[in-house]
């Protein structure tokens, strides 16, 4: 990938809530940008990290566009790109978010959107980046239909050890699990490759992404087997890691089926979030028990979930180790807090199954 591009994250009234996701993603980690601040009014004054995680990032918490801009110029390392952070429910941009995307397109700033409302065709965004000479990139906006794919069965070509990350819930840290178990598995000096599904994979610089939740239906399945099979194909990785979008029981945002279909993961990490009670965004809609998840993802599946990863928002630091115990008893699975303690013993977990699949393929 290019060298990384000074960013400004744009998360005004979001940083730390469910709808700041994308702002999260890219505050904890990012190969395409480097970003010099993030917007939240609410949260102006504090470091992102310290507020996301209780680890200080160095990227301070601004008010304004104008204050983002400055703080990057103080530093030497002008921004060139003005990222929307935010991931509200239905993908829309209310007006005042629209404002200072226009704020930041005057002030020469290009533009990175993952939102569905196209930015590119806004009839005063579109003419007035033009007229500044900046670029607007809508993640979001799927590809030409003559350059989708549909499903051929040529998944099974792949030697790759394929694990997917599925969550019991949306919002529930999939993505960021999937990310750093790709870093384990490459400090442990194997190859891994990150499939990411939507626009936050993209922008933290998932070289083969596709955003399931923009493509027309029928194609879906043919664009997650050809970006699995193009990254095998592409970086022979040891292990290709899938991330999840949201559950497969979860009432708005069903998701998980198209990839254990399509993709079709040797193993799965069930991501989840104990401390939860009903779905994300859904007070009226209980959450399912873990052991009915990982019964369905193995029923529609035919493949086992090897470990449960733990979201521990809403968790007491120490009441951790004993809910992760708790869940290994109950599931006989080994429940790994992954942002707290690293992915190295879920890394090694992974790495043991590729003899068995890996290996044997190349044969």
């Not at 254990?260 to 009226?284: E, H, N, S, T």
């Not at 809403?314 to 708790?326: H, K, M, S, W």
Request: aromatic letters at 6%.
């Amino acid at each position: 990938m290019e060298e990384r591009e000074s960013a400004i994250v744009y998360c005004r009234g979001a940083f730390g809530t469910p709808n700041g996701k994308t702002a999260h993603g890219l505050v904890r980690f990012t190969r395409r940008y480097r970003v010099e601040a993030v917007i939240d009014d609410l949260r102006a004054g504090e470091d992102a990290g310290e507020a996301l995680d209780g680890c200080p990032s160095g990227i301070p918490i601004v008010a304004s566009v104008e204050e983002g801009i400055r703080i990057a110029e103080e530093a030497k390392r002008p921004a060139r790109r003005f990222v929307v952070g935010l991931a509200p429910d239905g993908g829309r941009l209310s007006a005042e978010a629209r404002e200072d995307v226009r704020r930041a397109i005057e002030r020469g700033l290009s533009v990175d959107s993952g939102l569905h409302d196209f930015l590119s065709e806004d009839p005063v965004l579109a003419p007035l980046a033009a007229a500044r000479g900046v670029e607007i990139r809508d993640v979001r906006k799927p590809p030409a239909r003559d350059a989708l794919h549909f499903f051929t069965g040529k998944i099974e070509e792949v030697r790759s050890l394929k694990v997917a990350i599925l969550g019991t819930d949306s919002a529930v840290g999939k993505r960021t699990t999937a990310w750093k178990l790709v870093e384990a598995i490459e400090r442990a000096g194997r190859r891994a490759e990150m499939i990411g599904t939507g626009q936050t994979a993209w922008m933290q610089g998932a070289r083969y992404s596709i955003l399931i939740d923009s493509l027309i239906n029928d194609f879906v399945t043919g664009e997650i087997e050809h970006a699995v099979w193009s990254a095998w194909k592409e970086t022979n990785a040891d292990v290709l890691v899938i991330e999840g979008q949201g559950s497969l029981l979860n009432p708005a945002y069903p998701g998980g089926f198209e990839i254990l279909a399509a993709a079709r993961p040797d193993c799965i990490v069930l991501q989840d979030a104990p401390a939860r009670r009903a779905y994300d965004g859904f007070p009226a809609f209980p959450m399912h028990p873990l052991g009915k998840q990982i019964q369905a993802i193995e029923l529609v599946s035919g493949k086992s979930v090897v470990a449960i990863a733990v979201n521990h928002e809403n968790l007491a630091r120490e009441e951790i180790p004993f809910v992760c115990d708790a869940i290994a008893r109950t599931t006989g699975l080994p429940a790994f807090d992954v942002l707290l303690d690293g992915a190295g013993p879920l890394a090694s977990l992974i790495l043991e199954r590729i003899p068995e699949t890996h290996d044997r393929r190349r044969g």
